[in-house]
């Protein structure tokens, strides 16, 4: 009984320090979220020097312990919030969401309308019915020949 609270013990001192040590998020995942503040292009795909300090400081915050938040946050007091490789979703960013939200909208309200009016003209009937026409008497015998051979093959 007393080797298990022994090793209980133990386990509640290492697993928090193990875990504790572990880094909290991926260079990949933060890489694609910070922007190159000289090229203008996602971390991940820069290779200028900025973006090559950029990463040295992210990963000394990492390996210090520092949660993605903080790190970001760090990053957008230094830079400023064009750092971030997102769109805002308030002030002017609103606008890059809403843009393309209205014009999807306004298309699918100019295409029910286009086919409204092509349905009232049509008649509603969609594509117009062609006339029916009558085969005179040698016709008809040919047709009938030849969907007889169908049926008979060794005919």
């Known amino acids: 009984m007393r080797r ?5 013990a133990a386990l509640l001192v290492l697993v ?4 504790a040590a572990a880094p909290r998020f991926t260079m990949d995942e ?6 190159c503040p000289v090229c203008g292009t996602r971390l991940d795909l820069s290779h200028s020097p900025a973006a090559e300090q950029i990463r040295t400081y992210i ?3 990492r ?3 520092w949660t993605k938040a903080q790190v970001e946050d760090a990053l957008v007091a230094q830079f400023g919030p064009t750092i971030r ?3 805002p979703s308030s002030g002017s960013g609103l606008v890059a969401w809403l843009v393309p939200a209205v014009a999807a909208l306004g298309g699918i309200a100019v295409a029910a309308v286009a086919i409204l009016a092509w349905r009232r003209r049509s008649g509603g ?3 117009p019915a062609l006339p029916a026409q009558t085969l005179d008497a040698d016709a008809e015998r040919r047709v009938d020949e030849a969907l007889a051979a169908f049926d008979d ?3």
Do not use: H, N, W
């Not at 298990?4 to 209980?8: G, N, P």
């Not at 928090?16 to 875990?19: C, F, G, M, V, Y």
């Open 153 to 155: 093959p060794a005919r």
């Open 125 to 127: 009937a969609g594509v």
């Open 85 to 87: 490789a997102e769109t």
């Open 16 to 19: 928090p320090s193990a875990l």
């Open 4 to 8: 298990v609270f022994v090793v209980l």
């Open 30 to 35: 933060i890489e694609r979220e910070v922007m």
């Open 59 to 61: 990963e000394r915050k």
């Open 63 to 65: 390996d210090a312990g």
